[in-house]
């Protein structure tokens, strides 16, 4: 627990319910704002001077601040909202040691900053000094980043966090309660009801809240006459406003811009039926028609059409949805662990004598994620130097050894040297040749995960250069020695669930951090309508990963392939070359992160083929993931793991790899029929923003550290 925390920002039941978030993390919590908030949690409220242009005003306002800060000196000082008191703030602040988070609202950074160039600077300049920045919406995080895109790394999406309100039985009641401000658009709300009103009189509308159009939308409902079924209810207790959300079949709000609203989730934990506005942050909780409806445009008889919905299967799901993401213990924990790492940042250590220094799940994932919170340090054996990028110190041991053996005697133990020498806190090895020096690092007093990318004991299988007689012994050989090493550290992390499986049976601490799809790589997905007629493979272009078959397919296809990655061999190179179907090739060789999404967000088509061998048939590929991301279906493998991800996702279809003209086949399928593959390419890419992406991994991955290292 840390001694004292300064919040600012309005009074707003927002910041009155972080409070309650926060409590058990510091000693003592102080409040700044224009009003006060008295909250009973608080021990000392500042009011600040009314707002003013007067120059003289704003220079009182901001030595007020300062006063204050100085004299309660806090560990942190937690910023609502990005605007004009969050400037004064953060000038100060910027000029000292104590480090401070901002946590943006909502219009603040999505309209504010187009309003004129002063507004946009401000607003800027806040971002660039924070020390943290939050959001509880990705397009904000968007909005953000365009500000600021160096505030990448120091970004986080959390939700406020809610109570799940446990629904009562329902009643033909609509429940509305935004603020009345034309931003929230009350009054389509009330047009729209009273014509779903001419069919449905039994129903009642309840507008809660009130605003500046309050007035005006008294006397629209009497114009329109339908006062005996419009209630305005003013402001309401969390008490009454619970009991709405308990009671209303519908729940309604479709402001022009928002982050993602507390009521929406308060209404989705009560069963009520979301009817939300076709904004960014309504698709990262509502599939219409799914479990909500989102309004196409405000003639939309978007009332009619939630009573079409099942509403048990909408509380299903949307209930899976709070317990998942926004629950207030999830959220507690989540700026628990920010509060942590932004004080004296303990040291780690990843280690990989094997991997390249810019490894996806190692450096752009792992290391990028765990570098926002914890110092991090990364050793590695290529030659190529040491240096500081993402903010990850990268160490260089020299260029690998060519044999695993010598990867074991000397690699290895130079990994030890260095690894001894950081005098880190935990270390994190990623290759099973580091198992010898595990042990030796754990006896030193600190925290040693492994992290299994390969099930190696059945990868043991599909080596070539192993005769077959020998395999068996040298896969259990391995295993024993594996499972001996594991079972004494402190956390295994998996890349499956299926090797999670084998590991949770000899060491409990073991968890499956999956390689799914950074968002943010492909935030805005060529229109499906704009692509080519082609198809993608990306990665390592090897016999056993079904490339020869992809490329014999395209004669009978005749479909363009984009080829990217680099060959196993010149040999499996000029045979490939050799093929009917390579005029058919454009061939890229090795391309970066940007140039692989841009490569994909002109292709139609996403393909991983991989043989079905031991170490393949329960592996999670990432290629099939960005596919998805991408928006365009898949032609995967038809392992039974995968076409379960497939089919229950409706993201693309299954083949079997050694089967040229089934896969042309497939192709064509998908090819000549443009509105299945968009609609598989849309499923692929909510199934991605919604379960199998990066920010859902972090989180495990922080849940862990924090837990070894508190």
């Known amino acids: 627990m840390k001694n004292k925390i300064v919040v600012i920002g309005p009074d ?37 001077t009314s707002r003013s242009i007067d120059p003289y005003k704003i220079f ?91 505030s990448r790394n120091k970004t986080h999406l959390i939700f406020f966090g809610i109570d799940p309100i446990i629904p009562e039985q329902k009643e033909k009641i609509i429940f509305s309660n935004r603020l009345h401000e034309k931003l929230y658009n009350i009054d389509i709300i009330i047009k729209q009801f009273a014509k779903f009103r001419e069919s449905n009189k039994d129903w009642k509308l309840i507008i809660a809240g009130a605003g500046s159009l309050t007035n005006s939308y008294i006397s629209l409902v009497e114009k329109l006459g339908i006062t005996d079924s419009v209630h305005f209810a003013g402001w309401l207790d969390k008490t009454k406003n619970e009991s709405y959300y308990k009671k209303a079949s519908i729940y309604v709000s479709i402001p022009s811009s928002d982050g993602t609203s507390v009521s929406l989730l308060e209404a989705m934990s009560a069963s009520c039926i979301p009817i939300v506005g076709d904004i960014p942050v309504s698709s990262e909780w509502i599939q219409d028609e799914v479990n909500g409806i989102v309004i196409k445009s405000f003639d939309d008889n978007f009332f009619k059409r939630a009573l079409l919905i099942n509403q048990e299967k909408v509380r299903d799901i949307n209930i899976k949805l709070i317990n998942k993401k926004a629950t207030k213990k999830i959220t507690s924990n989540e ?147 594996e499972n001996r090493v594991a079972k004494q550290l402190d956390y295994i992390f998996t890349a499956t669930p299926f090797i999670r499986d084998r590991f949770m049976k000899i060491n409990s601490n073991t968890i499956d951090i999956n390689n799914f799809p950074i968002i943010s790589e492909n935030l805005s997905p060529t229109d499906f309508s704009e692509k080519e007629d082609s198809l993608s493979y990306v990665g390592g272009i090897f016999k056993n990963r079904g490339v020869y078959e992809l490329i014999e397919s395209l004669k009978y296809s005749k479909v363009k392939l984009h ?105 064509i399928q998908l090819i000549s029929n443009p509105k299945l593959a968009a609609k598989m390419g849309l499923n692929g890419r909510n199934a991605v923003l919604d379960h199998y992406n990066w920010c859902m991994e972090e989180k495990k991955i922080l849940d862990v550290y924090n837990k070894l290292l508190m």
């Open 12 to 48: 707003s039941v927002h910041v009155e319910n972080f409070i309650q978030l926060i409590r058990k993390s510091f000693k003592e919590i102080i409040f700044i704002g224009e009003h006060k908030l008295d909250s009973p949690l608080t021990n000392r409220e500042y009011i600040l």
């Open 60 to 150: 009182g306002r901001y030595s007020k601040i300062r006063g204050i800060i100085e004299t309660e000196k806090p560990d942190v000082v937690h910023i609502h909202q990005v605007n004009r008191v969050a400037f004064l703030a953060s000038f100060y602040l910027r000029k000292t040691n104590i480090p401070f988070i901002v946590t943006a609202w909502g219009s603040d950074v999505l309209l504010v900053p187009k309003k004129n160039i002063i507004a946009k600077r401000i607003i800027t300049s806040v971002l660039k000094s924070a020390t943290i920045i939050t959001a509880d919406s990705r397009d904000m995080l968007d909005a953000i980043h365009g500000l600021d895109p160096e």
């Open 335 to 481: 700026y628990n662990i920010l509060y942590e790492s932004i004080s004296d940042k303990k040291r780690i250590c990843h280690i990989s004598t094997v991997h390249l220094r810019y490894d996806v799940r190692i450096f752009y994932k792992e290391c990028t994620s765990l570098a926002k919170f914890y110092e991090v340090h990364f050793i590695v054996a290529d030659g190529k130097g040491d240096e500081i990028r993402n903010d990850v110190h990268i160490h260089d041991i020299g260029l690998r050894q060519d044999s695993r053996l010598n990867r074991v005697r000397i690699d290895a133990q130079k990994a030890y040297q260095k690894a001894r020498s950081l005098n880190c806190e935990l270390y994190h090895f990623h290759d099973p040749e580091l198992i010898t020096i595990a042990r030796k690092l754990q006896k030193k007093d600190v925290k040693v995960i492994y992290d299994v990318h390969e099930d190696l004991p059945r990868q043991i299988y599909g080596k070539p250069y192993m005769g077959n007689f020998f395999k068996p012994g040298a896969s259990k050989m391995i295993e024993f020695f």
């Open 563 to 667: 080829l990217a990655g680099e060959f196993e061999s010149e040999d499996f190179k000029a045979k490939c070359q050799s093929s009917d179907g390579w005029k058919y090739v454009e061939y890229y060789g090795y391309l970066n992160r940007r140039e692989v999404v841009e490569l994909l967000n002109k292709s139609r088509i996403g393909i991983v083929s991989l043989y079905p061998l031991r170490n393949y048939l329960d592996s999670l590929p990432i290629k099939m993931f960005e596919y998805m991301l991408a928006s365009i279906p898949v032609i995967a493998s038809d392992f039974p793991y995968w076409k379960k991800i497939v089919e229950d996702n409706e993201c693309g279809v299954t083949v079997s790899p050694k089967d040229s003209e089934a896969v042309a086949e497939k192709t």
